[in-house]
């Protein structure tokens, strides 16, 4: 089979996104992660050079314009922020859909909702649930982009 990319660890794909992820809510809007296609490897890259010491060759000026490297998106950008809150209210809170709505209403929205959910015994379900969809919706832009990777 010539020419076909090597697989990522799915696990390794997720890590990267929740890398991502921080940079988007933290200080380091401009860090990124991508995979570079022909060699399966994931670049971290932060303008701090928090990671930088991970590889001995830097990404190319280009990266982002290079077909051979695609960027790793954001939880944001996979829609795992409240629609992925709701998806498990509706699934196993309906009875909370509105105290659930008035917590996403202001700030501070995802530590009241765990407070709550600890209350009333289901963080763990809520870690579960969170988990499951984070792979799937990476699971879903690798085979939108032609990644092949393995559990």
């Not at 988007?24 to 971290?44: F, K, N, Q, V």
């Not at 709701?86 to 765990?114: C, D, N, W």
Request: one cysteine or more; a negative charge.
């Amino acid at each position: 089979m010539a020419g076909r990319e090597p697989a990522v660890s799915l696990d390794e794909l997720v890590a990267a996104m929740f890398f991502v992820s921080a940079a988007e809510t933290g200080h380091g809007a401009e860090d990124a992660a991508y995979l570079h296609r022909p060699t399966g490897t994931i670049h971290w890259h932060s303008l701090e050079d928090i990671v930088g010491e991970l590889y001995d060759e830097p990404l190319p000026e280009d990266v982002a314009s290079r077909p051979d490297y695609l960027r790793i998106p954001s939880k944001r950008e996979l829609d795992l922020g409240k629609a992925l809150v709701f998806t498990f209210v509706h699934e196993f809170l309906p009875y909370a859909y509105a105290e659930v709505a008035a917590i996403f209403r202001k700030r501070g929205a995802y530590g009241r909702f765990r407070d709550m959910l600890e209350y009333r015994g289901l963080l763990d379900q809520w870690r579960q649930f969170q988990d499951a969809g984070e792979k799937e919706a990476m699971r879903t832009w690798c085979r939108k982009n032609g990644v092949i990777f393995t559990e």
